[in-house]
């Protein structure tokens, strides 16, 4: 039994933005964000509308596109490196049959819903996790720069193509509209 005050075990619980009891092993396209830590410009610049990227976002660039090679059932979507965060569309898409039963088709799946130190293969948080995590490694030991990310990430389960074609819009025309963005820093 925890005898601390709601202040103090609440102080230092993280809220997650997932759906609660949502898979987020579903086929499907998700929006993701990623800001850097302390919302910090260390991506490079914007100027007239264009985005000018560094070394570390030239390496930001370089893994999320190697995604699908480490997960297989994933495509990447318009994606948009800003100064201090990143859009992305990730989808999910149909896994490989692995057999039938009866004449259905079954899927070799493990179990989705994910917990602490029990990482669902696949998903939308280890996918973001683990590509976080590469960065992370590459970009100390080949730039020295140890802090990249937030906590947290940004993610929105996209329903309908209406939906899709709209975010891709407004993830292309970020570096547009960087002086109106959420994330924008003078």
Partial sequence: MDNR???ITNRFHCRTTRMQGFDYTVPRAYFVTVVT???ACI????VDGAVYLND????VQKLWEEIPDHFPNVEIDPYMIMPNHMHGIITII?????????GMRQHDCAPTKEAFGKPVSGSIPTIVRTYKAAVTR????????????Q???YEHIIRNQSELDDIALYILANPSNWIDDPEYIS
């Fill in 56 to 59: 570390l976002s030239n390496l």
């Fill in 5 to 7: 005050s709601p202040e």
């Fill in 43 to 46: 991506f490079g610049t914007i």
């Fill in 37 to 39: 830590a302390n919302r």
């Fill in 151 to 153: 906590r947290n990430y």
């Fill in 138 to 149: 590459l970009a100390k030991r080949e730039l020295g720069i140890m802090h990249i990310w």
């Fill in 94 to 102: 149909e896994p490989e049959c692995r057999g039938t039963i009866s």
